[in-house]
C-alpha cells in the first residue's frame, strides 16, 4: 500500500498550526516543528475577521471560534481626550461581511488547532533548518537537531525572519522597520465598563477591546527609533506615553504589571517576493508577506495562505516514489526547481498557490503601510485635519469606513468545509476526513481584586 505523501510544517504558530491541520485533513503525513519549548504563545490578542473565520470553516472550526465574540455593541476611533472621531457597530460589520469580528487570545486559538492533529505530529524544541529545496524528481530535505527529514512538501512558516525564506530568496532584502514599535497586554479588568475602541494620538495609538472570557485585550503603538526599551520597564513607558488618556486606559495601566508587557519594534516585507513557493517549498504568513499591523489582518492572512496552500497542494497528485533521492553528483550538478516531465505534479499546485495569495497579500501590505502613514502621522496640523476628516465621513454615514474593508473581510475560500461529521466521510476526494475535535479555552489567570479608577468627564 502506497503511502501517503509527507509535509513538514516548520513554524508552531497560527499559520504553521492551520497549515498542518488543512493538510492532514486532505490526507498528508504531516509533521509540525517548532523551535520554542511549547506551542503555548507570548500572551497577547488576536482578531479574526470574516474571512479567517470562513477560512476556518472549510477545517471545522469557524463556529466554535465565533461563539467566543465578545465585542456586541458600539465602538469605534477616539482623541486622547476622548472625543468619539467616528463609531462603528458590530451588527454593522457583521451584516456587512457575512459575520461577526472575534477578538481571542492567542493561546486560545492555538490550543483549538493544535488539537485538531494526532499525537506525535507536533515536535517542540526542534530548530530547523531548509537543506535542499529539492525539486519534481527529488524530496526537500529539512535539517534538525535529531538528524535530517525528508519530504514531499515543506512549509515555511518561520515568522517575519523566516530562515527558509531566506534559504529559498537569498538576495530578497527583508524585513524592514515600519517606523513604530507596539506594546501588548491581556489584562483582567473587572468593574470597568467601556466600549471597545482604537484612539489615534500624534505619533500614537492605543487600542483597548473585551475578550469573551473577560480580560480585556490592550495594545499600543508610537514612532520611536527601533532597537529602544524603557530604561526601567515597558508599563512605566506606557505610563509615561499615554497615563494621561481618556479612560478606560488609566484603569488598563493600573492593573497591568511590567511582566505582562510584550514590546516589539514592527517589521513589514516592503518588497514582495517574487513567489511563495520554490521547489517543493511553500511559505506562508509572515514569512511571505509580514505587514503592518494596522489593519488587523497578519494572521488572519496567515490563515488564508495554509487553507489556500491545502486546497492546491492535492496529495493524489504527489507520488513519493517519484521524488526518491538522486545521488551527491546530481544534486551538487545544480537540477532545477521546476515540475520536470516525470515527476509528480506539485509544482502545479504551489504555482496555483502564489498565484492566489501573492496579489492579494501585497494589496493589503500595501493599504495597511498606507494606514500607518495616517494614524501615526505626528504633525499636529496632520492631526487636525485627519482628525476633523474622520468625524466628517463618520457623520456621512459608517458605511463609508466600512467600504475600506470590501475586498479583504468579504474573501471567501477556495473550496467548501471539509467533512468533519466523525463518520469517515469522504472530503470529496475520496480521501478519508477525521472528526473535529471540540475546542477547549485556555484557562485565564486568577482575577485581582476589583480596581476602582476615577471616572473623567470625555470632552
Same mark, same amino acid.
Given at each position: 500500500?502506497?503511502?501517503?505523501?509527507?509535509?513538514?510544517?516548520?513554524?508552531?504558530?497560527?499559520?504553521?498550526?492551520?497549515?498542518?491541520?488543512?493538510?492532514?485533513?486532505?490526507?498528508?503525513?504531516?509533521?509540525?516543528?517548532?523551535?520554542?519549548?511549547?506551542?503555548?504563545?507570548?500572551?497577547?490578542?488576536?482578531?479574526?475577521?470574516?474571512?479567517?473565520?470562513?477560512?476556518?470553516?472549510?477545517?471545522?472550526?469557524?463556529?466554535?471560534?465565533?461563539?467566543?465574540?465578545?465585542?456586541?455593541?458600539?465602538?469605534?476611533?477616539?482623541?486622547?481626550?476622548?472625543?468619539?472621531?467616528?463609531?462603528?457597530?458590530?451588527?454593522?460589520?457583521?451584516?456587512?461581511?457575512?459575520?461577526?469580528?472575534?477578538?481571542?487570545?492567542?493561546?486560545?486559538?492555538?490550543?483549538?488547532?493544535?488539537?485538531?492533529?494526532?499525537?506525535?505530529?507536533?515536535?517542540?524544541?526542534?530548530?530547523?533548518?531548509?537543506a535542499?529545496?529539492?525539486?519534481?524528481?527529488?524530496?526537500?530535505?529539512?535539517?534538525?537537531?535529531?538528524?535530517?527529514?525528508?519530504?514531499?512538501?515543506?512549509?515555511?512558516?518561520?515568522g517575519?525572519?523566516?530562515?527558509?525564506?531566506?534559504?529559498?530568496?537569498?538576495?530578497?532584502?527583508?524585513?524592514?522597520?515600519?517606523?513604530?514599535?507596539?506594546?501588548?497586554?491581556?489584562?483582567?479588568?473587572?468593574?470597568?465598563?467601556?466600549?471597545?475602541?482604537?484612539?489615534?494620538?500624534?505619533?500614537?495609538i492605543?487600542?483597548?477591546?473585551?475578550?469573551?472570557?473577560?480580560?480585556?485585550?490592550?495594545?499600543?503603538?508610537?514612532?520611536?527609533?527601533?532597537g @529602544?526599551?524603557?530604561?526601567?520597564?515597558?508599563?512605566?513607558?506606557?505610563?509615561?506615553?499615554?497615563?494621561?488618556?481618556h479612560d478606560?486606559?488609566?484603569?488598563?495601566?493600573?492593573?497591568?504589571?511590567?511582566?505582562?508587557?510584550?514590546r516589539?519594534?514592527?517589521?513589514?516585507?516592503?518588497?514582495?517576493?517574487?513567489?511563495?513557493h520554490?521547489?517543493?517549498?511553500?511559505?506562508?504568513?509572515?514569512?511571505?508577506?509580514?505587514?503592518?499591523?494596522?489593519?488587523?489582518?497578519?494572521?488572519?492572512?496567515?490563515?488564508?495562505?495554509a487553507?489556500?496552500?491545502?486546497?492546491?497542494?492535492?496529495?493524489?497528485?504527489?507520488?513519493?516514489?517519484?521524488?526518491?533521492?538522486?545521488?551527491?553528483?546530481?544534486?551538487?550538478a545544480?537540477?532545477?526547481?521546476?515540475?520536470?516531465?516525470?515527476?509528480?505534479?506539485?509544482?502545479? @499546485?504551489?504555482?496555483?498557490?502564489?498565484?492566489?495569495?501573492?496579489?492579494?497579500?501585497?494589496?493589503i501590505?500595501?493599504?495597511?503601510?498606507?494606514?500607518?502613514?495616517?494614524?501615526?502621522?505626528?504633525?499636529?496640523?496632520?492631526?487636525?485635519?485627519?482628525?476633523?476628516?474622520?468625524?466628517?465621513?463618520?457623520?456621512? @454615514?459608517?458605511?463609508?469606513?466600512?467600504?475600506?474593508?470590501?475586498?479583504?473581510?468579504?474573501?471567501?475560500?477556495?473550496?467548501?468545509?471539509?467533512?468533519?461529521?466523525?463518520?469517515?466521510?469522504?472530503?470529496?476526494? @475520496?480521501?478519508?476526513?477525521?472528526?473535529?475535535?471540540?475546542?477547549?479555552?485556555?484557562?485565564?489567570?486568577?482575577?485581582?481584586?476589583?480596581?476602582?479608577?476615577?471616572?473623567?468627564?470625555?470632552?
Amino acid at each position: 500500500m502506497t503511502q501517503a505523501p509527507r509535509a513538514v510544517v516548520v513554524g508552531g504558530g497560527i499559520g504553521g498550526l492551520t497549515a498542518a491541520v488543512a493538510l492532514h485533513r486532505r490526507g498528508w503525513r504531516v509533521t509540525v516543528l517548532e523551535r520554542a519549548r511549547s506551542l503555548e504563545p507570548v500572551g497577547a490578542g488576536i482578531s479574526l475577521a470574516p474571512n479567517a473565520l470562513r477560512a476556518l470553516d472549510v477545517i471545522g472550526l469557524g463556529d466554535e471560534i465565533r461563539a467566543l465574540a465578545a465585542w456586541q455593541g458600539d465602538g469605534g476611533l477616539r482623541a486622547p481626550g476622548g472625543r468619539w472621531l467616528s463609531r462603528s457597530d458590530a451588527a454593522a460589520v457583521a451584516g456587512r461581511f457575512g459575520g461577526p469580528l472575534v477578538l481571542l487570545h492567542r493561546a486560545t486559538l492555538i490550543a483549538c488547532l493544535a488539537a485538531q492533529l494526532p499525537e506525535g505530529v507536533v515536535r517542540t524544541t526542534s530548530a530547523a533548518a531548509l537543506a535542499d529545496p529539492g525539486d519534481a524528481d527529488r524530496p526537500a530535505r529539512v535539517s534538525t537537531s535529531g538528524g535530517e527529514l525528508e519530504a514531499e512538501l515543506v512549509v515555511g512558516a518561520d515568522g517575519i525572519h523566516s530562515a527558509v525564506r531566506r534559504a529559498l530568496f537569498p538576495r530578497h532584502p527583508g524585513p524592514v522597520y515600519s517606523g513604530f514599535t507596539a506594546w501588548r497586554v491581556v489584562v483582567p479588568l473587572p468593574g470597568v465598563d467601556f466600549a471597545s475602541h482604537e484612539t489615534w494620538g500624534r505619533g500614537r495609538i492605543w487600542g483597548t477591546h473585551p475578550m469573551e472570557d473577560g480580560r480585556v485585550y490592550a495594545y499600543a503603538a508610537a514612532r520611536v527609533p527601533a532597537g @529602544g526599551r524603557a530604561a526601567d520597564d515597558e508599563r512605566a513607558e506606557l505610563v509615561r506615553l499615554f497615563g494621561d488618556w481618556h479612560d478606560p486606559v488609566p484603569a488598563v495601566l493600573a492593573a497591568t504589571r511590567p511582566g505582562d508587557v510584550l514590546r516589539h519594534d514592527v517589521h513589514h516585507l516592503a518588497e514582495p517576493l517574487p513567489a511563495f513557493h520554490a521547489g517543493r517549498v511553500a511559505l506562508l504568513g509572515d514569512a511571505a508577506h509580514a505587514m503592518p499591523p494596522t489593519l488587523g489582518q497578519g494572521g488572519n492572512q496567515a490563515v488564508e495562505d495554509a487553507i489556500v496552500l491545502a486546497h492546491h497542494v492535492d496529495p493524489r497528485t504527489v507520488d513519493p516514489s517519484t521524488a526518491a533521492p538522486r545521488t551527491v553528483d546530481a544534486i551538487t550538478a545544480g537540477a532545477s526547481t521546476g515540475n520536470r516531465a516525470g515527476g509528480d505534479r506539485l509544482g502545479a @499546485g504551489l504555482a496555483a498557490y502564489t498565484a492566489a495569495r501573492r496579489p492579494r497579500t501585497t494589496a493589503i501590505t500595501r493599504k495597511a503601510v498606507g494606514i500607518a502613514r495616517v494614524n501615526m502621522m505626528r504633525s499636529r496640523p496632520g492631526t487636525v485635519l485627519r482628525d476633523a476628516a474622520l468625524t466628517v465621513l463618520s457623520k456621512a @454615514g459608517p458605511a463609508l469606513f466600512l467600504r475600506s474593508f470590501d475586498t479583504i473581510a468579504d474573501w471567501r475560500p477556495p473550496r467548501s468545509p471539509y467533512a468533519s461529521d466523525g463518520t469517515g466521510a469522504s472530503d470529496g476526494t @475520496g480521501v478519508r476526513v477525521p472528526r473535529t475535535v471540540p475546542c477547549h479555552p485556555a484557562s485565564p489567570r486568577p482575577t485581582p481584586p476589583q480596581i476602582r479608577v476615577p471616572r473623567r468627564r470625555s470632552p
